[in-house]
């Protein structure tokens, strides 16, 4: 079984610039994590290019099973991005689901 996390993120500020460089970072940041967090199955993470009503940036990624997920959640360099993530974004939505 494989599982993949969804993740999307509404970004707070008001200004379109900081919203976009905040979206390059965000994903920016989370793409490093391949490679650094082992079980990573696949990422992909990218600003909406889009918008309208979309959400500001999302994240797929794959990982074998609950375990991995979870390894990553915990892995230290994934919480120092979330520690960055959680300071500018105003909204979050997640789903994972078997694939």
Do not use: C
Request: hydrophobic share 50%; glycine share 6%; proline share 3%.
């Amino acid at each position: 079984m494989t599982l993949r996390h969804v993740v999307a993120w509404k970004l707070a500020s008001d200004d379109a610039a900081t919203r976009e460089a905040q979206a390059l970072k965000i994903s920016h940041d989370l793409m490093a994590l391949r490679g650094v967090v082992p079980t990573i199955g696949d990422i992909r993470v990218g600003p909406d290019v889009v918008g309208g009503g979309n959400w500001d940036v999302a994240l797929v990624a794959d990982f074998a099973d609950r375990a991995a997920l979870d390894a990553y959640l915990v892995h230290p360099d994934h919480q120092a991005v979330v520690a960055y993530v959680r300071s500018v974004v105003s909204d979050r939505v997640a789903v994972d689901f078997e694939v």
